[in-house]
């Protein structure tokens, strides 16, 4: 009976205590697409797009990262199972990171709040400071603005 009950409250998501930090970060960019309630294209690609600079990754690493990411970021129910493995990359990753979250936020054209919010706390949570998060949002608007 009581690993009955054990199970019904164990996390549905398959591995989280070896989770490699790049899945998790491919996660979080998801939610961060997911957010608003509409996953696009141009979302997903922005997201294998920062997967293939940000890690170094060839095509098809990224997208099955990606894929990976995309399953997690369904079935999660917070931020923290992310971003606690996440936090074991170097603060620079980290940042970059953030600066991911926000190009993903923004390549679907629209700014909006509920994306800022979750992007702050994932940031918090990362222990990424303020001022390092706005230098991260503004190299990411640069980016946007610049392929426009």
Do not use: C, W
């Amino acid at each position: 009976m009581m690993n009955a009950i054990k199970r019904m409250f164990a996390p549905k998501t398959p591995a989280l205590k070896a989770m490699e930090p790049q899945v998790a970060a491919a996660a979080l960019m998801v939610e961060a697409a997911l957010i608003d309630g509409v996953y696009v294209n141009i979302e997903s690609d922005m997201i294998a797009e920062i997967l293939l600079e940000a890690f170094g990754f060839d095509a098809d690493r990224a997208d099955a990262v990606l894929a990976e990411g995309e399953a997690l970021a369904e079935e999660a129910v917070d931020s923290y199972q992310f971003t606690r493995h996440v936090k074991k990359l170097g603060m620079a990753e980290r940042v970059a990171i953030i600066e991911g979250l926000y190009r993903v936020a923004l390549s679907d054209g629209e700014k909006s709040p509920i994306e800022e919010a979750y992007i702050r706390q994932v940031a918090s949570l990362l222990y990424v400071d303020d001022v390092s998060r706005a230098g991260a949002r503004q190299r990411a608007e640069a980016r946007i603005a610049g392929t426009t």
